[in-house]
């Protein structure tokens, strides 16, 4: 059965420094792996996917991941914090043999001035 | 390009009674899923349809909760008899294909008293 984690709940960072999000996941097939990012009181906005090729792919907002497939792991990062990326942020993986997308529990990152 | 549309943005009932939430895909998605979240829990999948099919309802409560989506467009879904446990924000998104990133709506937040 797929599955995936987000091992941290919160992740603190000053503006300007970068900033990393764990995600590792677990699935039977060739893994589609996606971020989203959700404000208060709205729906999930898509960050970035991974489908196959460059293992280090962009997205909006500056964002990037890096599919790391020996580890089993998809961390979402950016060079440099802003104020406005605090929100909560969530990985999903789909096994690629079926359409099922499977969300992490979530964290939440926290950028302070 | 229109993006997906929800009704209504917020709903408070008495346990024991019925509501129903409405769903607008984006124009050409095939493909249509209802996610609970739970506050602080990450979006579970309740049901995916492709066009007017079923594809995945294993972890929807069919003994309260029902879901359709006739003409393979608009979908409703129903909670009858709504229990406490059932306060979240019901999501629904769409997609063009498997390998697409979902398109979610803003959600429709139920609280049940």
């Known amino acids: 059965a797929q599955s995936v984690a987000q091992p941290e709940d919160q992740v603190n960072v000053a503006e300007g420094n970068p900033l990393t999000v764990k995600c590792t996941y677990s699935v039977s097939g060739n893994p589609y792996l996606f971020w989203y990012v959700q404000y208060p009181n709205r729906g999930l906005q898509f960050l970035l996917k991974y489908i196959t090729g460059d293992n280090l792919v962009k997205g909006s907002y500056g964002f990037e991941a890096e599919f790391n497939k020996s580890q089993t792991s998809f961390h979402l990062k950016k060079p440099s914090a802003l104020v406005s990326d605090s929100a909560l942020y969530f990985c999903?993986?789909?096994?690629?043999?079926?359409?099922?997308?499977?969300f992490g529990t979530g964290t939440r990152l926290q950028v302070f001035p | 390009e229109a993006g997906v549309a929800q009704s209504p943005r917020y709903k408070i009932i008495e346990k024991r009674q019925s509501v129903a939430f409405w769903c607008n895909p984006i124009?050409?998605?095939?493909?249509l899923y209802w996610y609970q979240q739970i506050l602080g829990q990450g979006p579970k999948l309740l049901i995916q349809?492709?066009?007017?099919?079923?594809?995945?309802d294993s972890q929807l409560p069919k003994d309260r909760f029902s879901a359709e989506r006739l003409k393979g467009v608009d979908s409703t879904l129903k909670i009858q008899p709504a229990k406490l446990e059932d306060s979240a924000v019901y999501l629904c998104?769409?997609?063009?294909?498997?390998?697409?990133?979902?398109?979610f709506g803003e959600g429709s937040r139920l609280t049940v008293l």
């Open positions: 999903a993986v789909r096994d690629g043999g079926t359409d099922k997308l499977i």
């Open positions: 998104a769409s997609t063009e294909n498997r390998a697409g990133e979902l398109f």
């Open positions: 124009s050409g998605h095939a493909t």
């Open positions: 349809f492709q066009n007017n099919g079923v594809v995945d």
